[in-house]
């Protein structure tokens, strides 16, 4: 049976796609931070809910190890899990590290689940690495990443998801001849979530949309062994010019792993 790990899979547009997987007879390691939407999901799809904030470097190690107590091989990772441009609290807000919190749960915890869990992608592979960014997306200012200047929860959320796609580029390359892919996308714009309602943003489109585009990336045939590549819902499309700057990349990926102590593991 195949494995899958979705974060975020309590709510929105993660939810629905776990239920898919499992629907479609795979093993689904669904992560949440709330606890009895995860225990209810559990229940009801019959996954394995696994709990961890991703406010919290130590709390995604501690995730990486529940997920390998739970299976030797991983098939798929979908990460997920993020705050939109409107929190459940207003104004910039740091992570347990002294992170800006956005940069840390959009694209930091996924970026240091990855590769804590690249062993059991490699032993699972073909496998396949899906990032659910968006097309609200801005370059990173590498003179004040953590935004102490100018800070709004657009930019942050904009500048997270932009982190993605180029921690996407980057990880396609640094994995050709594995076996493992590595896509991105927008999935759908404005889908009726928790995130876009309380944007009090009136949704444009369905939570199933923006699951199909995930389930896309995630399972269809066409794009078995394709990687690096950013889709826009089922099509692929352009992101932000700064995903193509190896330089930014370079940087980025640098900042990345001495934040998440992965410097000297990772070559
Ligand atoms: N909605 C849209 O129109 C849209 C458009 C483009 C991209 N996206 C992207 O799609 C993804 C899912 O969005 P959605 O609209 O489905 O959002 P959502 O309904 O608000 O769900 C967000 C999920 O992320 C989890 N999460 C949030 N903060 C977390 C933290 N600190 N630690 C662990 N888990 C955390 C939540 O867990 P709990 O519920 O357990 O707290 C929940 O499962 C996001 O990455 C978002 O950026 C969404």
Not at 34 to 48: D, S
Not at 67 to 93: C, F, M, W, Y
């Amino acid at each position: 049976m195949k494995t899958a790990l979705v974060t975020g899979a309590t709510d929105g547009v993660g939810r629905v796609v776990a239920t898919r997987l499992a629907a479609q007879g795979w093993r689904v390691l669904a992560h949440g931070r709330n606890q009895q939407r995860g225990e209810q999901l559990a229940r009801e799809i019959g996954a394995t809910f696994l709990k961890a904030d991703l406010s919290s470097l130590s709390e995604v190690r501690r995730l990486a190890e529940l997920v390998k107590a739970q299976t030797a091989e991983l098939q798929l990772l979908i990460n997920n899990a993020g705050i939109g441009s409107v929190g459940d609290r207003p104004g910039r807000h740091e992570s347990a590290d002294g992170h800006e919190l956005r940069f840390a749960v959009n694209y930091l915890a996924g970026f240091q689940l990855t590769h804590l869990l690249l062993p059991l992608l490699k032993a699972g592979a073909p496998a396949r690495i899906v990032n659910v960014s968006s097309a609200g997306q801005q370059a990173i200012d590498f003179d004040d990443v953590m935004l102490t200047r100018g800070y709004s929860g657009g930019r942050a959320y904009c500048q997270s998801k932009l982190a993605q796609i180029l921690f996407t580029f980057d990880l396609a390359e640094e994995l050709a001849g594995t076996g493992v892919t590595a896509t991105c996308l927008h999935p759908a714009t404005y889908m009726d979530t928790t995130m876009v309602r309380r944007a009090g943003v009136k949704p444009w489109s369905s939570v199933a949309e923006g699951a199909e585009a995930i389930m896309n990336l995630a399972l269809s045939p066409s794009l078995q062994g394709r990687s690096g590549l950013y889709f826009n819902g089922i099509n692929q499309a352009q992101p932000n010019p700064q995903a193509f700057d190896l330089d930014a990349r370079r940087r980025l990926r640098t900042l990345s792993l001495e934040l998440t102590d992965l410097a000297g593991q990772v070559t």
